[in-house]
C-alpha cells in the first residue's frame, strides 16, 4: 500500500494534521509506538502561552514576537492564518465545544498546580479559568497513578496570578471499590 504522506504520533498534534491532509484528499499513513499523548496531555490549544511571562492576548503579542522571531513558525505564519486554524479545529470537532481564541489565553491549572495560559480549551474544561480567582476542589482516587490532587491544590493555592486574583484550593482523595483490582 503507498500513502502520500506519514504521520508519525497520535497526540492531538499529529491526529490534526492526520486530519487536515486527509480532508486534503491524501492517502495518509498514521503510525504510533503506545498511546499517544492524548491521555496524558490536557486537549488543549496553546498560541503564545509565554513570553517574558504570560501572555494574555496572543492576537495581540504574536505580530511583534513574530518581528523579533522570524525564523519561529509564528514568525512564518500570520496571525490571520493561526486563526483560521483554530476556526477549522473548531468546526471539526462535532458535538465537543471548544471556548477561547487568539483575544485572550484562558488560564488553566495542570496537573502539578501550575496557572498555564491557553488559547482555546474544551468547554468542559472553560470554568477552571483561574483569571478572576475562584475556590477550587480537585477530586483523585486513591491508586491512581501520578495524579496528586493535594500537591496540586497546595502549588495552585501558592501560584501567583495575574491582577492579584487569588485561588483557594483543596483535594478530596476518593477511595474506589476496585473488587481485587490493583492497577488504576
Known amino acids: 500500500m503507498t500513502y502520500d504522506a506519514v504521520v508519525i504520533g497520535v497526540g492531538l498534534a499529529g491526529l490534526t494534521a492526520a486530519l487536515r491532509l486527509a480532508e486534503e484528499g491524501l492517502r495518509v499513513a498514521v503510525v504510533a509506538k503506545g498511546v499517544g499523548g492524548t491521555h496524558l496531555a490536557p486537549a488543549t490549544i496553546d498560541v503564545l502561552g509565554y513570553?517574558?511571562?504570560?501572555?494574555?492576548?496572543?492576537a495581540r503579542a504574536l505580530p511583534e514576537f513574530a518581528a523579533r522571531h522570524p525564523e519561529h513558525p509564528y514568525g512564518r505564519v500570520s496571525t490571520d492564518v493561526i486563526h483560521a486554524s483554530l476556526e477549522w479545529f473548531r468546526g471539526r470537532l462535532d458535538g465537543l465545544a471548544y471556548q477561547g481564541?487568539?483575544?485572550e489565553n484562558l488560564l488553566l491549572p495542570t496537573a502539578i498546580g501550575v496557572a498555564k495560559p491557553t488559547a482555546l480549551v474544551p468547554q468542559?474544561?472553560?470554568?477552571g479559568d483561574l483569571r478572576a480567582g475562584g475556590r477550587f476542589v480537585f477530586?483523585?482516587?486513591r491508586g491512581l497513578k501520578d495524579f496528586y490532587p493535594a500537591y496540586?491544590?497546595?502549588?495552585?493555592?501558592?501560584?501567583?496570578?495575574?491582577g492579584g486574583a487569588s485561588v483557594s484550593a483543596r483535594a478530596v482523595e476518593l477511595t474506589p471499590r476496585l473488587e481485587g483490582e490493583r492497577d488504576v
Open 152 to 162: 496540586l491544590a497546595g502549588n495552585l493555592a501558592r501560584a501567583p496570578l495575574p
Open 101 to 103: 481564541g487568539l483575544d
Open 124 to 127: 468542559t474544561m472553560a470554568a
Open 51 to 58: 513570553e517574558d511571562g504570560p501572555v494574555e492576548s496572543p
Open 139 to 141: 477530586v483523585g482516587l
